[in-house]
């Protein structure tokens, strides 16, 4: 069973930075595509990042390029994102997901989600 474990959300101002892990486990992370994608309240699901099995390419939203970072370490079978120069429109539920393909928008294996909140 495909389970995954976010962690690392919060309470942020503009401009800060926040970094987000994902535990996984059920399945070989190593060999699989990774991504986070998020919910803003009262919005559907956005994708933000993908990263290939190995870390061998990464490709980003454009409202994530520059700011946010996507990453992993397969020994510890965690995925990353490091989140940059938050803004208040960065508001979200974030997720974990292991997709099937890329930019999937509503992945149905992912977590169950990290709280990002950017406010003064």
């Known amino acids: 069973e495909v389970q995954l474990v976010e962690s690392g959300g919060g309470l942020v101002q503009p401009g800060g930075s926040l970094r987000l892990s994902c535990t996984a486990s059920g399945f070989t992370f190593r060999n699989s595509i990774m991504s986070w994608v998020r919910q803003a309240p009262g919005k559907g699901f956005e994708w933000i990042s993908d990263?290939?099995?190995?870390?061998?390419?990464?490709f980003y939203a454009d409202s994530a390029k520059g700011r946010f970072t996507i990453s992993r370490d397969d020994a510890k079978n965690t995925l990353y994102l490091q989140l940059n120069s938050l803004k208040i429109e960065d508001t979200a539920m974030y997720y974990c997901a292991k997709p099937e393909s890329f930019r999937i928008i509503n992945p149905p294996q992912r977590g169950q989600g990290t709280q990002v909140t950017v406010s003064s």
């Open positions: 990263i290939t099995p190995r870390g061998g390419a990464t």
